[in-house]
């Protein structure tokens, strides 16, 4: 939190979104951002190993034997429409419907909840093909890169849920809507990383 | 039952060497003394409000400061028992699994908990007072950041005496770090030590990138930054994209070992150039990281000491980005010898010698600075100037050895060591004890006693070239690096011998710093008018040490040297409204224990890691969960320092 001298409100307080009226607010913010931009270098480099080391399936399965279409096209549609409702609240909040705002969490959260549920199942089902992260340098980077995005919207999910209990306790104040605001750019940006995901793993995975 | 008790202990404690006894031995009596100091004089809750929970940038700086000072010993230990195995030929002083196990600790811990804490305790020092902020952006997350790179430290240190220390150099190559061939918990400790301080790392950088941006006076713009400043902005820059490719790194290198994966093993189609790859992506950055801020330091105290505006001041800026961008483009040149093609060889070869340039434009700078300028040799300014003739060869050489086909000659031989060792030390180390010397009146109060200073120096700088010089002719004659011993007759006898004298001079140099430092304490004079160098920079405008809140009023900056610009115009009678404004009063963010507990936590879940005892990891996992969600919940984070409060502190200071 910065020391920044005052907590008065900016004149034009109407224009100015709820988020970013208290200046250490706005600060959270900005640094939040350059920690996305940190967490979106981590990705990268799983991305670059998994590259790099896809095609080394030693005697293990390929691609082509473990990719399941219909899972993971319903995990994309689940996060794609998920990103999509947590937008919703975001401009519930912005409207100042706290209501709306709790509902569209809500239905952000169960949404991530089923996506986790499909991946989680997708995994075990490999697991029993006997595809392991120790069966091979393919698989442990498939399971690596996958489970890294997994583990990060389940702790989504989890910190959603808190903010989640805060609105209903605090109400929709600058602070709360700071934390929803921050959350929600953390789940989109799960959603972009998603999209990475889908096209260099599972489609080029089917195309090879 | 009692077989397996033994069984456990023989492979939990470090049994059958003597050293390590002694160790042992002084780890408890250590421990002991400072629990019973703490007791007899009744300072456990003063330790814990002052500093355990302390927010304020500036004890953190202290903190981190004496962290380094400590490592600096314990990587210089085992320095000096590095040196005297090789002093002669054949010497039986150190086995050679043992010296393996010396030369990883030494790199790590003087790159990682020397170098780094180092550079964070200057910038936690000198950058909110010299952009006139109350604090860091993040205060909180500094606290974070200092306890997770404190027990992270512990953490390799306690692989000496508990488990085995690791034994694959600082660099740790898989597969040579791999389950395969390295069994023992000592490469685990490495990877998870290294793991919770990048986490500590990654957030300092996060966290001073956002003050710089946000959080300066009015007025300062960004071209009236004081270098020193400049120097941190690259620096979080760097650090920002550097970290992210070490921890996945790290973290795949542990998944292998602890889950069996197959990311860097020879079979099963993992693939060990990519750790390295990897690696040094980082680690090239890395050397960045710990050097631009000591130039930022140098820029600094050349313009203090010459009483002069530094010269150049753009190309100052405009360098140091150019170094931070082009460091990213270099990292190919750690292992030209790894059968890259030619094409690839040349491009990093040719981004190397480039850096080159930027870099001697900042020195061509600091010499036309101290050009005419009115010069007074203190103890920074003596460490700044001895820098540069020593950068010069350590620049030379470095040229050298980016020269692909040369590389192919110089590789891995100590002439490698002999280089990095004069930027390392000459560079990083030289400007974190000029940067010490000169912002310890800042930090204490207290002015460092010039005499012993100038013996330290001279014992340091002098062995530090006897040690290090011979080291290329070594490097030429065929004498490679990570080598425990060698026979006679080699025509390396001679040279080692004088390498080694000059290591112990400067353990020499080292003990007198400390000797320094307790002798100031007790005897050295105080700084009274908190601007004891005449300085430039803002952080001189304030008492030493400064106050909890560093600005009454926060200042409003007109020009480039802000306190010097500042100092003029109150010579020339000129007075600002300001000045006599109304005091406002402050928000200040509460103290914390949660930092602390959070990263001992992280330490015991790190600790059960190591061991693969994954219940007590779990447990504390959890712990670490309910710390953030506590936090989550906590909304009374700060409190306010009302005017009347600030006048009363602010008149004890003389300044109402
Ligand atoms: C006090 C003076 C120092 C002395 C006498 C010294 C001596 C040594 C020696 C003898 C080695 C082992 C060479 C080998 O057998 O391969 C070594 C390695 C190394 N030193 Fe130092 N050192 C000193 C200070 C430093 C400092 C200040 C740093 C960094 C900031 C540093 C970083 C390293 C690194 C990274 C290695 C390579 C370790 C490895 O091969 O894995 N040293 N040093
Ligand atoms: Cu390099």
């Given at each position: ?23 250490e ?11 996305l931009?940190?967490?979106l ?8 190993t998994y ?30 429409t ?9 401009y ?16 952000t ?8 549920s ?16 120790q ?13 890294t ?6 702790l989504g ?31 989109h ?20 | 039952m ?10 939990f ?11 042992d ?7 002991a003394a400072?629990?019973f ?24 700086g ?11 010993f314990?990587?210089?230990v ?14 039986p ?5 043992h ?14 908990f ?6 964070f ?12 902020a109350?604090d ?41 770090a791999?389950?395969?061939f ?27 990138f ?16 004081p270098l ?11 650090i ?33 150039m990519?750790?390295?790859?990897m ?34 001041y753009?190309?100052?800026v405009?360098s ?13 040149h750690?292992?030209f010898?790894?059968g ?13 010698m ?12 600091w ?20 820098f ?32 990095f ?14 940067g010490?010397?000169?912002w ?7 002015i ?14 002098i ?6 010089l ?8 065929g004498?490679t ?27 020499t140099?080292f003990?007198?710093?400390?000797i ?21 920079t ?15 009023r926060?200042p409003?900056?007109t ?7 500042m ?7 000129i ?6 404004a109304p005091?406002?009063?402050i ?5 914390s ?9 992280f ?14 990891a779990?447990?504390a996992?959890?712990g670490?969960?309910a ?10 984070t ?6 009347e ?12």
């Amino acid at each position: 939190m910065a020391m920044v001298d005052s907590f008065i409100k900016a004149p034009s307080t109407h224009r100015i979104p709820l988020e970013y009226t208290h200046e250490e607010d706005a600060l959270r913010i900005f640094g939040f951002w350059i920690f996305l931009a940190t967490d979106l270098l981590l990705f990268a480099s799983l991305f670059a190993t998994y590259s790099v080391l896809y095609r080394h399936v030693g005697h293990g399965p390929g691609p082509l034997q473990i990719f399941d279409v219909t899972g993971f096209s319903a995990e994309t549609f689940i996060l794609l429409t998920s990103s999509f409702t947590c937008g919703l609240s975001t401009y519930s909040m912005h409207r100042g419907q706290k209501g709306w705002m709790m509902a569209w969490m809500a239905v952000t959260i169960l949404l991530g909840i089923s996506f986790i549920s499909f991946e989680l199942t997708e995994f075990v089902g490999d697991v029993a093909q006997g595809a392991t992260l120790q069966t091979s340098a393919f698989l442990s980077a498939f399971f690596t890169l996958v489970g890294t995005h997994g583990a990060h919207v389940s702790l989504g999910i989890g910190w959603m849920t808190l903010i989640f209990i805060q609105l209903a306790v605090h109400g929709l104040t600058a602070t709360t809507a700071r934390k929803a605001f921050i959350v929600s750019l953390y789940w989109h940006f799960l959603d972009v990383v998603w999209i990475f995901i889908f096209t260099i793993v599972y489609l080029l995975g089917e195309m090879s | 039952m009692l077989q397996n008790v033994e069984n456990f202990a023989s492979h939990f404690f470090v049994l059958g060497d003597p050293m390590i006894y002694g160790a042992d031995v002084s780890i408890v009596l250590a421990s002991a003394a400072i629990v019973f100091v703490l007791t007899y004089y009744k300072k456990w809750g003063y330790l814990w409000r002052e500093w355990l929970t302390t927010v304020d940038h500036k004890k953190i700086g202290i903190m981190y400061m004496i962290a380094t000072l400590l490592m600096l010993f314990r990587g210089g230990v085992d320095a000096m028992l590095m040196r005297t195995q090789l002093i002669m030929p054949g010497m039986p002083f150190l086995k050679a699994q043992h010296y393996n196990e010396i030369f990883t600790t030494h790199g790590t811990i003087m790159i990682l908990f020397m170098a780094m804490p180092g550079v964070f305790a200057l910038m936690n020092i000198a950058v909110p007072l010299q952009i006139g902020a109350r604090d860091v952006a993040f205060p909180y997350l500094n606290a974070i950041s200092f306890w997770m790179f404190f027990f992270a430290a512990m953490l390799l240190n306690l692989s000496f005496v508990i488990g085995g220390s690791p034994d694959a150099g600082w660099t740790s190559y898989a597969p040579l770090a791999g389950l395969t061939f390295d069994k023992g918990p000592g490469e685990n400790f490495y990877l998870l030590a290294l793991e919770i301080t990048g986490i500590g790392s990654m957030a300092t950088g996060i966290n001073f990138f956002v003050t710089i941006m946000k959080l300066r006076a009015p007025g300062m713009t960004l071209m009236r930054m004081p270098l020193f400043t400049w120097s941190i902005v690259a620096t979080t820059v760097i650090i920002i994209f550097a970290f992210p490719p070490l921890t996945v790194d790290l973290g795949l290198l542990l998944f292998d070992r602890l889950a069996s994966s197959h990311f860097f093993t020879i079979f099963d189609g993992g693939n060990p150039m990519m750790y390295v790859n990897m690696f040094w992506m980082w680690g090239h950055p890395e050397v960045y990281i710990v050097v631009l801020p000591a130039f930022g330091v140098f820029s600094e105290v050349v313009a203090t000491f010459s009483k002069k505006r530094t010269f150049g001041y753009a190309s100052m800026v405009a360098s140091l980005l150019a170094i931070a961008v082009i460091s990213f483009f270099t990292w190919v040149h750690h292992f030209f010898t790894m059968g890259a093609g030619p094409g690839v060889n040349s491009f990093f070869a040719v981004a190397t010698m480039i850096i080159a340039i930027p870099t001697g434009v900042k020195v061509f700078n600091w010499l036309f600075t101290m050009y005419q300028g009115r010069i007074r040799m203190n103890l920074p300014m003596l460490w700044a100037v001895a820098f540069i003739p020593n950068f010069a060869i350590g620049g030379a050489t470095g040229v050298m050895l980016s020269v692909a086909p040369a590389d192919y000659q110089f590789h891995n031989s100590y002439f490698l060591i002999a280089h990095f060792h004069q930027v390392l030390i000459g560079g990083t180390l030289f400007g974190i004890l000029a940067g010490m010397y000169y912002w310890w009146p800042k930090m204490f109060g207290v002015i460092l006693d010039e005499k012993i200073g100038r013996w330290a120096f001279w014992f340091f700088n002098i062995g530090f070239y006897v040690c290090f010089l011979p080291q290329y002719w070594l490097g030429w004659m065929g004498m490679t690096r990570r080598m425990y011993t060698y026979l006679p007759g080699m025509g390396w006898t001679m040279w080692n011998f004088i390498s080694t004298m000059g290591a112990y001079m400067m353990g020499t140099g080292f003990i007198l710093i400390v000797i320094q430092i307790i002798y100031s304490i007790l005897y050295g004079e105080r700084d009274l008018t908190g601007d004891p160098w005449d300085g430039r920079t803002l952080e001189w405008s304030l008492p030493s040490p400064a106050p909890h809140y560093n600005f009454a009023r926060i200042p409003t900056i007109t020009g480039r040297d802000a306190w010097w610009t500042m100092k003029e115009e109150q010579r020339k009678g000129i007075t600002h409204s300001e000045e006599e404004a109304p005091l406002k009063p402050i928000h200040m963010p509460n103290d914390s224990g949660r930092p602390f507990v959070l990263s001992v936590l992280f330490f015991i879940a790190g600790f059960a890691l190591v061991f693969t005892w994954y219940p007590l990891a779990f447990v504390a996992f959890i712990g670490i969960l309910a710390s953030l969600v506590m936090r989550s919940f906590e909304y009374d984070t700060d409190h306010t320092i009302s005017v009347e409060e600030l006048r009363h502190s602010e008149a004890a200071y003389g300044r109402v």
